[in-house]
């Protein structure tokens, strides 16, 4: 059977102008409109920390100063006849793009490439565990998810390159807000003895431990556990029965700041943690937070407007 052909349209326009260009377009009878508005992009990623890894800096610049309208219908004659009507008494300049079935399944994955992280680390996506990994790298295989990331985001590159700088061998790791387990698996991939994971969102549990399992790490080495450590009281003592040689949390200032007295417990005497998902206009707050905590600031690591921050007892 052959794929299905798809024009996808895009109508550019103005943010002041937009409702007006929405408004006519479902006057017409297109009802399936899709927003792309750097302002609304902005604030959605501001409220939904779970996306960030889905954005690298292409897509950012991208989108800057953009305000349009897409919509798709199908590549034939009537989905051309459609697209007249769509279009018809419309003032605003617009492009038309064809789509292979393929492109309109697999278009998300354009924006994952494999990652060099520090001096070991190579972040790859599954599908292509394939191609070659450079010499001297240690690979990282995941597989996104809808919900997770893949390292590609600023705050969890700065996370990153802690883990690689002080995983050590055999010692134990606690990762919390885990998501798609990216920091507890690298740490493990890196010789970490084992790691504990823990995430508010149930979803993420398995998909840590699918990534887990396509780096051959299987349960005897990774746990993963769904709750908040901050109201959960059970699952805090259950963390706090032993200590970690690494607590990670990328995460974002409004949780670090809280859970920043229950890290020293957590650690071991010559432990690090290391937080990140920290916007630098907060840095300072969390860095009170960590002193508040008796813990020693040691590092701070800087990139597009995030920052990362260690600190040991």
């Known amino acids: ?12 326009t103005a943010p002041d102008k937009l ?22 992009f902005l604030r959605f990623l501001e409220q939904n920390k779970q996306y960030w890894d889905y954005v690298d800096q292409e897509l950012l610049d991208k989108m800057k100063g953009v305000t349009r309208v897409k919509f798709y219908v199908t590549d034939d004659e009537d989905g051309k006849k459609q697209l007249a009507q769509y279009i018809h008494g419309l003032d605003w300049e617009y492009t038309v793009t064809p789509l292979s079935d393929n492109d309109w399944a697999y278009s998300w994955q354009k924006y994952y490439k494999p990652l060099e992280i520090g001096t070991r680390l190579y972040v790859v996506p599954q599908w292509m565990r394939d191609d070659p990994v450079p010499d001297g790298r240690v690979p990282f295989y995941l597989n996104p998810g ?3 990331g893949t390292g590609s985001h600023a705050s969890t590159q700065l996370c990153l390159e802690g883990v690689e700088e002080h995983t050590k061998a055999g010692r134990a790791v606690l990762d919390l807000g885990c998501g798609s387990g990216i920091l507890s698996i690298a740490a493990l991939c890196l010789g970490a003895g084992d790691a ?10 398995d998909v840590a431990y699918e990534n887990a399992a396509l780096n051959g790490i299987g349960k005897d080495r990774y746990t993963v556990r769904a709750g908040n450590v901050l109201s959960d009281a059970a699952l805090a003592r259950e963390l706090a029965q032993r200590q970690y040689h690494l607590v990670l949390a990328n995460i974002v200032a409004d949780v670090i700041i809280p859970l920043a007295p229950h890290v020293p417990p957590l650690l071991e005497e010559d432990g ?12 300072h707050e969390v860095e009170n937070a960590l002193r508040q905590a008796g813990l020693k600031l040691t590092r701070k690591r800087e990139k597009n407007g995030w920052v990362a921050l260690e600190a040991t007892k």
Not at 196 to 205: N, R, S, Y
Request: charged share 30%.
């Open 1 to 12: 059977m052959e794929d299905i052909k798809w024009l996808e349209v895009a109508v550019n």
């Open 19 to 40: 409702d007006e260009v929405c408004a006519k377009l479902t006057a017409a009878g297109m009802d399936g409109l899709v927003i792309e508005d750097e302002g609304e």
């Open 146 to 148: 809808l919900t997770f």
């Open 196 to 205: 504990v994971a823990v995430d508010i969102d149930p979803k993420a549990v």
């Open 272 to 283: 690090v943690f290391l937080c990140s998902g920290i916007i630098d206009t907060r840095a």
